[in-house]
Protein backbone atom coordinates (compact mmCIF):
# COMPACT_ATOMS: atom_id res chain seq x y z
CA UNK A 1 0.00 0.00 0.00
CA UNK A 2 1.26 3.84 -0.69
CA UNK A 3 1.78 6.14 1.86
CA UNK A 4 -0.92 8.43 0.10
CA UNK A 5 -3.39 5.85 0.17
CA UNK A 6 -3.40 5.55 3.90
CA UNK A 7 -4.04 8.63 4.40
CA UNK A 8 -6.50 9.40 1.63
CA UNK A 9 -9.24 10.25 3.99
CA UNK A 10 -7.06 13.71 4.79
CA UNK A 11 -6.66 14.66 1.15
CA UNK A 12 -9.25 17.91 1.88
CA UNK A 13 -7.01 18.93 4.64
CA UNK A 14 -3.85 18.46 3.28
CA UNK A 15 -5.02 20.30 0.41
CA UNK A 16 -6.26 23.39 2.75
CA UNK A 17 -2.75 23.36 4.33
CA UNK A 18 -0.55 23.06 1.08
CA UNK A 19 -2.46 26.37 0.29
CA UNK A 20 -1.67 27.57 3.78
CA UNK A 21 1.44 26.78 3.32
CA UNK A 22 1.99 28.90 0.23
CA UNK A 23 0.03 31.41 1.44
CA UNK A 24 2.73 31.86 4.14
CA UNK A 25 5.73 31.82 2.63
CA UNK A 26 4.45 34.45 0.03
CA UNK A 27 6.92 37.06 0.53
CA UNK A 28 6.93 40.77 -1.95
CA UNK A 29 10.70 40.15 -1.77
CA UNK A 30 11.92 38.21 -5.31
CA UNK A 31 14.49 36.12 -3.99
CA UNK A 32 12.78 34.96 -1.13
CA UNK A 33 9.65 33.95 -2.75
CA UNK A 34 11.80 32.10 -5.53
CA UNK A 35 13.52 30.27 -2.76
CA UNK A 36 10.39 29.19 -0.43
CA UNK A 37 8.82 27.96 -3.18
CA UNK A 38 11.31 26.25 -4.49
CA UNK A 39 11.11 24.48 -0.88
CA UNK A 40 8.12 24.01 -1.03
CA UNK A 41 7.82 22.37 -4.26
CA UNK A 42 10.61 20.52 -3.61
CA UNK A 43 7.63 18.44 -1.38
CA UNK A 44 8.51 15.51 0.27
CA UNK A 45 5.80 13.52 2.13
CA UNK A 46 4.23 16.32 4.35
CA UNK A 47 4.36 13.15 7.08
CA UNK A 48 4.51 16.32 9.91
CA UNK A 49 1.06 17.49 9.13
CA UNK A 50 -0.25 14.23 8.15
CA UNK A 51 0.80 13.42 12.07
CA UNK A 52 -0.68 16.17 13.75
CA UNK A 53 -3.76 16.23 11.64
CA UNK A 54 -4.14 12.47 13.05
CA UNK A 55 -2.82 13.26 16.75
CA UNK A 56 -5.39 16.12 16.96
CA UNK A 57 -8.38 13.76 16.19
CA UNK A 58 -7.17 11.96 19.72
CA UNK A 59 -8.64 15.02 21.72
CA UNK A 60 -11.65 17.72 20.59
CA UNK A 61 -10.47 17.82 17.20
CA UNK A 62 -10.44 21.55 15.70
CA UNK A 63 -9.69 21.88 12.05
CA UNK A 64 -8.26 25.50 12.58
CA UNK A 65 -5.92 24.80 15.65
CA UNK A 66 -4.84 21.52 14.05
CA UNK A 67 -4.18 23.05 10.72
CA UNK A 68 -2.27 25.98 12.60
CA UNK A 69 -0.13 23.23 14.27
CA UNK A 70 0.40 20.99 11.41
CA UNK A 71 1.75 24.36 8.87
CA UNK A 72 4.05 25.53 12.05
CA UNK A 73 5.59 22.03 12.18
CA UNK A 74 6.10 21.52 8.65
CA UNK A 75 7.87 24.79 8.35
CA UNK A 76 10.37 24.32 10.77
CA UNK A 77 10.86 21.37 9.25
CA UNK A 78 11.88 23.42 5.67
CA UNK A 79 13.50 25.59 7.33
CA UNK A 80 16.06 23.52 9.23
CA UNK A 81 16.46 21.68 5.76
CA UNK A 82 17.69 24.89 3.90
CA UNK A 83 19.88 25.50 7.03
CA UNK A 84 21.16 21.77 6.76
CA UNK A 85 21.92 21.76 3.51
CA UNK A 86 24.50 25.23 3.88
CA UNK A 87 25.79 22.54 6.93
CA UNK A 88 26.25 19.94 4.69
CA UNK A 89 27.04 21.60 1.64
CA UNK A 90 24.53 19.43 -0.47
CA UNK A 91 24.04 20.61 -4.04
CA UNK A 92 20.81 18.57 -4.29
CA UNK A 93 17.60 17.65 -2.35
CA UNK A 94 15.08 15.15 -4.01
CA UNK A 95 16.35 15.60 -7.39
CA UNK A 96 16.47 19.75 -7.60
CA UNK A 97 18.80 21.92 -6.38
CA UNK A 98 19.47 22.80 -2.97
CA UNK A 99 18.78 26.79 -2.46
CA UNK A 100 22.50 27.32 -1.73
CA UNK A 101 23.23 25.84 -5.11
CA UNK A 102 20.64 27.83 -6.80
CA UNK A 103 21.37 31.13 -4.96
CA UNK A 104 23.90 30.82 -2.01
CA UNK A 105 24.58 30.72 1.52
CA UNK A 106 22.98 33.90 2.64
CA UNK A 107 20.29 33.63 0.79
CA UNK A 108 19.88 29.90 2.68
CA UNK A 109 20.25 31.63 5.78
CA UNK A 110 17.56 34.14 5.47
CA UNK A 111 15.19 32.09 3.94
CA UNK A 112 15.47 29.62 6.72
CA UNK A 113 15.43 32.45 9.52
CA UNK A 114 12.07 33.93 7.72
CA UNK A 115 10.31 30.49 7.21
CA UNK A 116 11.63 29.99 10.94
CA UNK A 117 10.02 33.29 12.18
CA UNK A 118 6.48 32.85 10.06
CA UNK A 119 6.34 29.09 12.12
CA UNK A 120 6.95 30.66 15.23
CA UNK A 121 4.09 33.45 14.26
CA UNK A 122 1.82 31.00 13.60
CA UNK A 123 2.28 28.88 16.44
CA UNK A 124 1.77 31.75 18.63
CA UNK A 125 -1.82 31.54 18.06
CA UNK A 126 -2.04 28.36 19.94
CA UNK A 127 -3.14 29.27 23.45
CA UNK A 128 -0.96 25.97 25.27
CA UNK A 129 1.85 26.93 27.31
CA UNK A 130 2.57 23.61 27.41
CA UNK A 131 2.95 23.31 23.67
CA UNK A 132 5.09 26.41 23.46
CA UNK A 133 7.53 25.07 25.67
CA UNK A 134 7.72 21.84 24.00
CA UNK A 135 7.92 23.63 20.69
CA UNK A 136 11.21 25.29 22.07
CA UNK A 137 12.91 22.02 23.48
CA UNK A 138 12.48 20.68 20.20
CA UNK A 139 14.21 23.36 18.24
CA UNK A 140 16.83 23.45 20.32
CA UNK A 141 17.81 19.51 20.03
CA UNK A 142 17.53 20.09 16.45
CA UNK A 143 19.98 22.75 16.37
CA UNK A 144 22.09 20.94 18.50
CA UNK A 145 21.73 18.16 16.03
CA UNK A 146 22.62 20.38 13.24
CA UNK A 147 25.81 21.27 14.77
CA UNK A 148 26.57 17.79 15.95
CA UNK A 149 26.00 16.65 12.38
CA UNK A 150 29.33 18.90 11.99
CA UNK A 151 31.79 17.91 14.81
CA UNK A 152 30.59 14.25 13.52
CA UNK A 153 31.73 14.35 10.22
CA UNK A 154 34.29 11.93 9.13
CA UNK A 155 34.51 10.63 12.73
CA UNK A 156 35.62 7.54 12.61
CA UNK A 157 35.45 6.64 15.85
CA UNK A 158 32.07 7.25 16.76
CA UNK A 159 29.89 5.02 18.73
CA UNK A 160 26.56 3.59 17.95
CA UNK A 161 25.14 5.90 21.03
CA UNK A 162 26.49 8.89 19.30
CA UNK A 163 24.45 7.92 15.98
CA UNK A 164 21.66 7.35 17.34
CA UNK A 165 21.65 10.31 19.36
CA UNK A 166 22.37 12.66 16.06
CA UNK A 167 19.65 11.22 14.55
CA UNK A 168 17.34 11.36 17.50
CA UNK A 169 18.16 14.98 16.89
CA UNK A 170 17.89 15.38 13.41
CA UNK A 171 14.45 13.21 12.43
CA UNK A 172 12.74 11.53 15.91
CA UNK A 173 12.75 14.70 18.08
CA UNK A 174 10.43 16.76 15.12
CA UNK A 175 7.99 13.97 14.48
CA UNK A 176 7.33 13.26 17.76
CA UNK A 177 6.58 16.90 18.27
CA UNK A 178 4.19 16.56 15.30
CA UNK A 179 2.33 14.01 17.42
CA UNK A 180 2.59 15.29 20.67
CA UNK A 181 1.37 18.87 19.97
CA UNK A 182 -1.18 17.99 17.50
CA UNK A 183 -2.77 15.87 20.34
CA UNK A 184 -1.75 18.79 23.10
CA UNK A 185 -3.40 21.28 21.06
CA UNK A 186 -6.98 19.82 20.71
CA UNK A 187 -6.67 19.26 25.20
CA UNK A 188 -6.79 15.54 24.38
CA UNK A 189 -6.25 13.38 27.82
CA UNK A 190 -2.18 13.32 28.74
CA UNK A 191 -1.69 9.62 28.58
CA UNK A 192 -2.58 9.99 24.94
CA UNK A 193 -0.34 12.90 23.89
CA UNK A 194 2.18 10.99 25.65
CA UNK A 195 1.23 7.64 23.95
CA UNK A 196 1.52 9.31 20.73
CA UNK A 197 4.68 10.88 21.59
CA UNK A 198 6.54 7.79 21.77
CA UNK A 199 4.84 6.63 18.74
CA UNK A 200 6.63 9.00 17.02
CA UNK A 201 10.14 8.88 18.98
CA UNK A 202 10.32 5.63 17.88
CA UNK A 203 8.77 5.87 14.18
CA UNK A 204 11.12 8.90 13.75
CA UNK A 205 14.58 6.77 14.57
CA UNK A 206 13.26 4.01 12.07
CA UNK A 207 12.40 6.33 9.35
CA UNK A 208 15.73 7.93 9.77
CA UNK A 209 17.46 5.02 10.02
CA UNK A 210 15.74 3.55 6.81
CA UNK A 211 16.95 6.88 5.17
CA UNK A 212 19.84 6.10 5.72
CA UNK A 213 19.99 2.31 4.45
CA UNK A 214 18.29 3.92 1.57
CA UNK A 215 21.57 5.69 0.27
CA UNK A 216 22.74 2.83 -0.36
CA UNK A 217 19.99 0.65 -1.68
CA UNK A 218 18.12 3.09 -3.41
CA UNK A 219 18.87 4.33 -7.39
CA UNK A 220 19.96 7.89 -7.96
CA UNK A 221 17.19 8.11 -9.77
CA UNK A 222 14.42 7.14 -7.07
CA UNK A 223 16.79 9.21 -4.41
CA UNK A 224 16.75 12.43 -6.53
CA UNK A 225 21.02 12.49 -5.37
CA UNK A 226 23.61 9.60 -6.49
CA UNK A 227 23.86 6.79 -4.32
CA UNK A 228 26.31 7.31 -1.54
CA UNK A 229 26.38 10.77 -1.07
CA UNK A 230 25.52 10.87 2.76
CA UNK A 231 28.70 8.27 3.28
CA UNK A 232 31.09 11.02 0.91
CA UNK A 233 29.85 13.68 3.01
CA UNK A 234 31.15 12.06 5.74
CA UNK A 235 28.09 11.08 7.55
CA UNK A 236 28.79 7.81 9.52
CA UNK A 237 25.62 6.32 9.25
CA UNK A 238 24.15 3.08 10.45
CA UNK A 239 25.51 0.46 7.89
CA UNK A 240 28.67 2.11 7.48
CA UNK A 241 29.40 2.15 11.73
CA UNK A 242 28.94 -1.74 10.80
CA UNK A 243 31.24 -2.18 8.32
CA UNK A 244 34.04 -0.47 9.83
CA UNK A 245 33.30 -2.83 13.13
CA UNK A 246 36.09 -4.85 10.45
CA UNK A 247 39.62 -2.61 10.30
CA UNK A 248 39.76 -3.30 6.76
CA UNK A 249 36.65 -2.28 5.40
CA UNK A 250 37.33 0.94 7.62
CA UNK A 251 40.81 1.27 6.16
CA UNK A 252 39.33 1.05 2.56
CA UNK A 253 36.85 3.01 3.10
CA UNK A 254 38.54 5.64 4.19
CA UNK A 255 41.02 5.74 1.48
CA UNK A 256 38.10 5.59 -0.95
CA UNK A 257 36.55 8.60 0.23
CA UNK A 258 39.71 10.44 0.55
CA UNK A 259 39.46 9.75 -3.95
CA UNK A 260 36.09 10.85 -3.88
CA UNK A 261 35.61 10.14 -7.72
CA UNK A 262 32.81 7.80 -9.15
CA UNK A 263 34.73 4.53 -9.11
CA UNK A 264 35.38 4.99 -5.73
CA UNK A 265 31.59 5.89 -4.55
CA UNK A 266 30.37 2.68 -6.43
CA UNK A 267 33.30 0.65 -4.86
CA UNK A 268 32.48 2.09 -1.07
CA UNK A 269 28.90 1.19 -1.73
CA UNK A 270 29.58 -2.31 -2.31
CA UNK A 271 31.84 -2.47 0.61
CA UNK A 272 28.92 -1.43 2.67
CA UNK A 273 26.54 -3.70 0.90
CA UNK A 274 28.60 -6.40 0.99
CA UNK A 275 29.17 -6.00 5.39
CA UNK A 276 26.22 -6.97 6.22
CA UNK A 277 25.68 -3.41 7.57
CA UNK A 278 22.15 -2.94 5.58
CA UNK A 279 20.78 -6.13 7.65
CA UNK A 280 21.59 -5.14 11.01
CA UNK A 281 20.38 -1.44 10.46
CA UNK A 282 17.54 -3.25 8.91
CA UNK A 283 16.97 -5.54 11.91
CA UNK A 284 17.28 -1.86 14.13
CA UNK A 285 14.91 -0.04 12.13
CA UNK A 286 12.44 -2.82 12.85
CA UNK A 287 13.07 -2.96 16.69
CA UNK A 288 12.17 0.33 16.67
CA UNK A 289 8.87 0.27 14.38
CA UNK A 290 7.91 -2.57 16.70
CA UNK A 291 8.45 -0.14 19.46
CA UNK A 292 5.92 2.53 17.81
CA UNK A 293 3.77 -0.67 17.34
CA UNK A 294 3.45 -0.97 21.00
CA UNK A 295 3.12 2.58 21.72
CA UNK A 296 -0.45 2.86 19.99
CA UNK A 297 -1.62 0.53 22.02
CA UNK A 298 -1.93 3.06 24.73
CA UNK A 299 -4.53 4.83 22.56
CA UNK A 300 -8.25 3.84 22.09
CA UNK A 301 -8.81 1.72 19.13
CA UNK A 302 -10.31 4.01 16.21
CA UNK A 303 -9.25 4.95 12.63
CA UNK A 304 -6.82 7.37 13.70
CA UNK A 305 -4.77 4.67 15.38
CA UNK A 306 -5.37 2.38 12.57
CA UNK A 307 -4.23 4.76 10.05
CA UNK A 308 -0.90 5.73 12.30
CA UNK A 309 -0.47 1.92 12.34
CA UNK A 310 -0.69 1.58 8.57
CA UNK A 311 1.98 4.37 8.37
CA UNK A 312 4.30 2.54 10.87
CA UNK A 313 4.37 -0.83 8.77
CA UNK A 314 4.33 1.35 4.78
CA UNK A 315 7.23 2.96 6.73
CA UNK A 316 8.93 0.28 7.25
CA UNK A 317 9.21 -0.96 4.01
CA UNK A 318 9.50 2.31 2.01
CA UNK A 319 12.09 1.47 -1.04
CA UNK A 320 12.64 5.15 -1.43
CA UNK B 1 26.24 61.43 33.12
CA UNK B 2 27.09 58.16 31.51
CA UNK B 3 24.64 55.44 30.99
CA UNK B 4 26.32 52.93 33.23
CA UNK B 5 25.97 55.55 35.86
CA UNK B 6 22.11 56.17 35.33
CA UNK B 7 21.31 52.44 35.67
CA UNK B 8 23.89 51.62 38.84
CA UNK B 9 21.46 50.49 41.51
CA UNK B 10 20.76 47.47 38.93
CA UNK B 11 24.15 46.24 38.75
CA UNK B 12 23.57 43.32 41.02
CA UNK B 13 20.61 42.21 38.64
CA UNK B 14 22.86 42.50 35.69
CA UNK B 15 25.79 40.69 36.86
CA UNK B 16 23.12 37.80 37.63
CA UNK B 17 21.83 38.52 33.88
CA UNK B 18 25.50 38.50 32.34
CA UNK B 19 26.32 35.30 34.09
CA UNK B 20 23.15 33.59 33.21
CA UNK B 21 24.08 34.74 29.06
CA UNK B 22 27.58 32.88 29.80
CA UNK B 23 26.32 30.14 31.35
CA UNK B 24 23.31 29.67 28.70
CA UNK B 25 25.58 29.52 25.44
CA UNK B 26 27.90 26.95 26.90
CA UNK B 27 28.07 24.89 24.45
CA UNK B 28 30.72 21.42 25.06
CA UNK B 29 31.20 22.13 21.03
CA UNK B 30 34.57 24.23 21.16
CA UNK B 31 33.72 26.11 17.80
CA UNK B 32 30.36 26.76 19.00
CA UNK B 33 31.76 28.16 22.39
CA UNK B 34 34.60 29.78 21.28
CA UNK B 35 32.37 31.94 18.62
CA UNK B 36 29.24 32.65 21.83
CA UNK B 37 32.05 33.85 23.79
CA UNK B 38 33.39 35.71 21.30
CA UNK B 39 29.72 37.44 20.47
CA UNK B 40 29.19 37.68 24.18
CA UNK B 41 32.39 39.62 25.17
CA UNK B 42 31.65 42.04 21.98
CA UNK B 43 28.87 42.88 24.95
CA UNK B 44 27.70 45.68 23.84
CA UNK B 45 25.35 48.34 26.41
CA UNK B 46 22.74 45.51 27.62
CA UNK B 47 20.59 48.03 26.72
CA UNK B 48 17.69 45.49 26.26
CA UNK B 49 17.60 43.61 29.77
CA UNK B 50 18.14 46.99 31.51
CA UNK B 51 14.88 48.08 29.74
CA UNK B 52 13.19 44.42 30.74
CA UNK B 53 14.88 45.13 34.40
CA UNK B 54 13.07 48.39 34.49
CA UNK B 55 9.83 47.77 32.58
CA UNK B 56 9.04 44.70 35.14
CA UNK B 57 9.04 46.89 37.74
CA UNK B 58 5.93 48.64 36.93
CA UNK B 59 4.20 45.45 37.42
CA UNK B 60 4.38 42.91 40.34
CA UNK B 61 8.17 42.54 40.18
CA UNK B 62 9.80 38.77 39.99
CA UNK B 63 13.33 38.30 39.77
CA UNK B 64 13.57 35.58 38.16
CA UNK B 65 11.13 35.43 35.56
CA UNK B 66 12.37 39.13 34.88
CA UNK B 67 15.98 37.74 34.32
CA UNK B 68 14.48 35.36 32.13
CA UNK B 69 13.00 37.92 29.83
CA UNK B 70 16.05 39.95 29.58
CA UNK B 71 18.57 37.08 28.93
CA UNK B 72 15.60 35.73 26.03
CA UNK B 73 15.43 39.22 24.58
CA UNK B 74 19.26 39.84 24.83
CA UNK B 75 20.01 36.27 22.75
CA UNK B 76 17.58 37.31 20.09
CA UNK B 77 19.51 40.17 19.36
CA UNK B 78 23.09 38.64 19.30
CA UNK B 79 21.88 35.75 17.13
CA UNK B 80 20.22 38.85 15.13
CA UNK B 81 23.47 40.16 15.01
CA UNK B 82 25.56 37.34 14.19
CA UNK B 83 23.05 36.45 11.23
CA UNK B 84 23.25 40.22 10.18
CA UNK B 85 27.15 40.20 9.45
CA UNK B 86 26.96 37.59 7.34
CA UNK B 87 24.17 39.36 5.08
CA UNK B 88 26.37 42.39 5.82
CA UNK B 89 29.28 40.81 4.82
CA UNK B 90 31.25 43.17 8.03
CA UNK B 91 34.04 42.19 9.00
CA UNK B 92 34.44 44.02 12.50
CA UNK B 93 32.04 44.87 14.97
CA UNK B 94 32.73 47.24 17.75
CA UNK B 95 36.69 46.64 17.00
CA UNK B 96 36.19 42.95 17.62
CA UNK B 97 36.46 40.45 14.32
CA UNK B 98 33.05 39.16 13.59
CA UNK B 99 32.16 35.13 13.71
CA UNK B 100 31.73 35.46 10.00
CA UNK B 101 35.42 36.67 9.55
CA UNK B 102 37.06 34.70 12.61
CA UNK B 103 35.68 31.45 11.29
CA UNK B 104 32.97 31.39 8.66
CA UNK B 105 29.58 31.94 7.36
CA UNK B 106 28.51 28.50 8.01
CA UNK B 107 29.90 28.89 11.80
CA UNK B 108 27.87 31.95 11.67
CA UNK B 109 24.64 30.24 10.76
CA UNK B 110 24.68 27.59 13.30
CA UNK B 111 25.94 30.02 16.45
CA UNK B 112 23.06 32.37 15.14
CA UNK B 113 20.38 29.22 15.59
CA UNK B 114 21.52 28.21 18.35
CA UNK B 115 21.62 31.00 20.67
CA UNK B 116 17.84 32.05 19.10
CA UNK B 117 16.68 28.00 19.79
CA UNK B 118 18.12 28.82 23.63
CA UNK B 119 16.33 32.48 23.88
CA UNK B 120 13.26 30.44 23.03
CA UNK B 121 13.84 27.48 25.09
CA UNK B 122 14.63 30.52 28.21
CA UNK B 123 11.77 32.43 26.71
CA UNK B 124 9.18 29.26 26.74
CA UNK B 125 9.20 29.44 30.69
CA UNK B 126 7.18 32.43 31.26
CA UNK B 127 3.42 31.57 31.24
CA UNK B 128 1.99 34.11 29.39
CA UNK B 129 0.32 33.63 26.12
CA UNK B 130 0.38 37.39 25.09
CA UNK B 131 3.93 37.59 25.32
CA UNK B 132 4.68 34.57 23.38
CA UNK B 133 2.44 36.11 20.88
CA UNK B 134 4.30 39.42 20.39
CA UNK B 135 7.54 37.97 20.18
CA UNK B 136 6.70 36.01 17.84
CA UNK B 137 5.49 39.14 15.91
CA UNK B 138 8.44 40.73 16.84
CA UNK B 139 10.71 38.26 15.16
CA UNK B 140 9.35 37.86 12.84
CA UNK B 141 9.42 41.56 11.67
CA UNK B 142 12.91 41.46 12.60
CA UNK B 143 13.24 38.77 10.11
CA UNK B 144 11.51 40.70 7.23
CA UNK B 145 13.77 43.67 8.08
CA UNK B 146 17.19 41.50 7.82
CA UNK B 147 15.94 40.86 4.01
CA UNK B 148 14.90 44.50 3.40
CA UNK B 149 18.17 45.51 4.34
CA UNK B 150 19.69 43.05 1.11
CA UNK B 151 16.98 44.19 -1.11
CA UNK B 152 17.65 48.06 -0.25
CA UNK B 153 21.55 48.14 -0.40
CA UNK B 154 22.37 50.62 -3.23
CA UNK B 155 18.59 51.54 -3.41
CA UNK B 156 19.52 55.33 -4.38
CA UNK B 157 15.79 55.96 -4.67
CA UNK B 158 14.20 54.73 -2.02
CA UNK B 159 11.89 56.81 0.48
CA UNK B 160 12.03 58.10 3.75
CA UNK B 161 9.59 56.30 4.65
CA UNK B 162 11.30 52.76 3.33
CA UNK B 163 13.92 54.27 5.73
CA UNK B 164 11.66 54.33 8.50
CA UNK B 165 10.22 50.76 8.05
CA UNK B 166 13.57 49.06 7.88
CA UNK B 167 15.14 50.64 11.08
CA UNK B 168 11.95 49.81 13.10
CA UNK B 169 12.17 46.23 11.95
CA UNK B 170 16.03 46.38 12.70
CA UNK B 171 16.26 47.95 15.92
CA UNK B 172 13.20 49.87 17.15
CA UNK B 173 10.40 46.85 18.09
CA UNK B 174 12.94 45.00 19.75
CA UNK B 175 13.89 47.37 21.98
CA UNK B 176 9.55 48.40 22.41
CA UNK B 177 9.63 44.29 22.84
CA UNK B 178 12.11 44.54 25.73
CA UNK B 179 9.68 47.07 27.90
CA UNK B 180 6.53 45.61 26.76
CA UNK B 181 7.48 41.98 27.68
CA UNK B 182 9.51 43.08 30.85
CA UNK B 183 5.73 44.79 31.82
CA UNK B 184 3.66 41.86 30.16
CA UNK B 185 5.88 39.13 31.88
CA UNK B 186 5.46 40.75 35.34
CA UNK B 187 1.18 41.50 34.83
CA UNK B 188 1.73 45.02 34.92
CA UNK B 189 -1.31 47.29 33.90
CA UNK B 190 -1.94 47.51 30.31
CA UNK B 191 -2.20 50.34 29.70
CA UNK B 192 1.10 50.54 31.43
CA UNK B 193 3.13 48.03 29.04
CA UNK B 194 1.50 49.91 25.93
CA UNK B 195 3.05 53.02 26.88
CA UNK B 196 5.92 50.83 27.62
CA UNK B 197 5.98 49.70 24.20
CA UNK B 198 5.70 53.24 22.81
CA UNK B 199 8.34 54.74 24.85
CA UNK B 200 11.03 52.04 23.70
CA UNK B 201 9.80 52.16 20.26
CA UNK B 202 10.23 55.55 19.88
CA UNK B 203 13.65 55.60 21.77
CA UNK B 204 14.60 52.42 19.14
CA UNK B 205 14.02 55.11 16.79
CA UNK B 206 16.15 58.03 18.09
CA UNK B 207 18.81 55.17 18.76
CA UNK B 208 19.09 54.23 15.49
CA UNK B 209 19.14 57.18 13.36
CA UNK B 210 21.67 58.39 16.16
CA UNK B 211 24.00 55.24 15.29
CA UNK B 212 23.42 56.21 11.56
CA UNK B 213 25.12 59.75 12.51
CA UNK B 214 28.01 58.35 14.09
CA UNK B 215 28.63 56.47 11.62
CA UNK B 216 30.08 59.61 10.02
CA UNK B 217 30.67 61.56 12.58
CA UNK B 218 32.57 59.31 15.32
CA UNK B 219 36.10 58.43 15.03
CA UNK B 220 37.19 55.08 14.06
CA UNK B 221 38.24 54.69 17.02
CA UNK B 222 35.27 55.17 18.64
CA UNK B 223 32.79 53.04 16.17
CA UNK B 224 35.77 49.75 16.22
CA UNK B 225 34.91 50.26 12.12
CA UNK B 226 36.37 52.79 9.42
CA UNK B 227 33.91 55.98 9.64
CA UNK B 228 31.95 55.82 6.45
CA UNK B 229 31.40 51.68 6.47
CA UNK B 230 27.62 51.76 6.33
CA UNK B 231 27.48 53.86 3.22
CA UNK B 232 30.40 51.71 1.62
CA UNK B 233 28.22 49.07 2.70
CA UNK B 234 25.70 50.42 0.41
CA UNK B 235 23.46 50.91 3.57
CA UNK B 236 21.83 54.15 2.70
CA UNK B 237 20.77 55.78 6.16
CA UNK B 238 18.67 59.33 7.27
CA UNK B 239 22.29 61.79 6.72
CA UNK B 240 22.64 59.97 3.17
CA UNK B 241 18.92 60.09 2.33
CA UNK B 242 19.37 63.91 2.94
CA UNK B 243 22.46 64.41 1.12
CA UNK B 244 21.67 62.76 -2.35
CA UNK B 245 18.21 64.78 -3.01
CA UNK B 246 20.85 66.94 -4.30
CA UNK B 247 21.46 65.33 -7.56
CA UNK B 248 24.83 66.43 -8.06
CA UNK B 249 26.25 65.00 -4.14
CA UNK B 250 23.93 61.93 -5.04
CA UNK B 251 26.08 61.47 -8.28
CA UNK B 252 29.49 62.53 -6.28
CA UNK B 253 28.88 59.73 -3.76
CA UNK B 254 27.94 56.74 -5.89
CA UNK B 255 30.98 57.08 -8.16
CA UNK B 256 32.87 57.38 -4.81
CA UNK B 257 31.57 54.14 -3.42
CA UNK B 258 32.21 52.85 -6.66
CA UNK B 259 35.52 53.55 -6.40
CA UNK B 260 35.73 52.53 -2.67
CA UNK B 261 39.48 53.20 -1.93
CA UNK B 262 40.07 54.94 1.48
CA UNK B 263 40.48 58.71 0.10
CA UNK B 264 37.28 57.79 -1.64
CA UNK B 265 35.65 57.36 1.70
CA UNK B 266 36.81 59.84 3.52
CA UNK B 267 35.53 62.34 0.64
CA UNK B 268 31.70 60.53 0.60
CA UNK B 269 31.88 61.29 4.53
CA UNK B 270 32.33 65.34 3.85
CA UNK B 271 30.04 65.31 1.05
CA UNK B 272 27.64 64.20 3.92
CA UNK B 273 29.00 66.20 6.57
CA UNK B 274 28.58 69.08 4.59
CA UNK B 275 24.98 68.63 2.76
CA UNK B 276 23.58 69.36 6.05
CA UNK B 277 22.29 65.75 6.35
CA UNK B 278 23.51 65.67 9.98
CA UNK B 279 21.51 68.26 11.13
CA UNK B 280 18.70 67.05 10.00
CA UNK B 281 18.95 63.52 11.22
CA UNK B 282 19.62 65.36 14.71
CA UNK B 283 16.46 67.17 14.36
CA UNK B 284 14.63 63.90 13.25
CA UNK B 285 16.06 61.49 16.16
CA UNK B 286 14.89 64.65 18.55
CA UNK B 287 11.20 64.75 17.86
CA UNK B 288 11.57 60.73 18.54
CA UNK B 289 12.91 61.25 21.92
CA UNK B 290 10.36 63.64 22.74
CA UNK B 291 7.50 61.09 21.86
CA UNK B 292 9.82 58.27 23.88
CA UNK B 293 9.86 60.96 26.92
CA UNK B 294 5.74 62.04 26.34
CA UNK B 295 5.26 58.17 26.59
CA UNK B 296 6.31 57.76 29.77
CA UNK B 297 3.45 60.07 30.81
CA UNK B 298 1.15 57.43 30.98
CA UNK B 299 3.42 55.83 33.53
CA UNK B 300 3.19 56.27 37.44
CA UNK B 301 6.14 58.56 38.54
CA UNK B 302 8.50 56.58 40.07
CA UNK B 303 12.38 55.65 39.94
CA UNK B 304 12.35 53.28 37.27
CA UNK B 305 10.30 55.90 35.28
CA UNK B 306 12.61 58.70 36.03
CA UNK B 307 15.68 56.39 34.98
CA UNK B 308 14.22 55.73 31.59
CA UNK B 309 13.92 58.84 31.08
CA UNK B 310 17.52 59.74 32.10
CA UNK B 311 18.59 56.80 29.64
CA UNK B 312 16.74 58.25 27.11
CA UNK B 313 18.47 61.92 27.45
CA UNK B 314 21.78 59.86 27.41
CA UNK B 315 20.73 57.80 23.89
CA UNK B 316 19.92 61.21 22.37
CA UNK B 317 23.34 63.06 23.30
CA UNK B 318 25.72 59.80 22.48
CA UNK B 319 28.96 60.60 20.73
CA UNK B 320 29.56 56.73 19.87
Known amino acids: ?35 STQLLNAGGKRIRP ?9 GQYDKDVTKKVAV ?8 SLVHDDVIDDAELRRGEKTVKTKWDNRVAMYTGDYIFAKALDIMADIPSISAHSRLSLTILEVCKGEIEQIKEKFDWEQSLRTYLRRIRRKTALLIAASCQLGAISTNAPKPYSEALYRFGYNMGMAYQITDDILDFTASEKQLGKPAGSDLMQGNITLPVLYAIQNNECKEKLQQLIGLGNEQAVADAVNIVLESGGIAYAEE ?25 EDIAKVIGKRKF
Do not use: W
Not at 4 to 30: C, F, G, M, W
Not at 50 to 58: D, E, I, K, P, S
Not at 72 to 79: D, F, G, K, Q, V
Open 1 to 35: MKLRTIYAHLDNELKRIEESLEKTVHSEQPTLQQA
Open 284 to 308: MSRTYLQKALFALEGLPVSKQRKTL
Open 72 to 79: SLELIHMA
Open 50 to 58: VLVLLAGRF
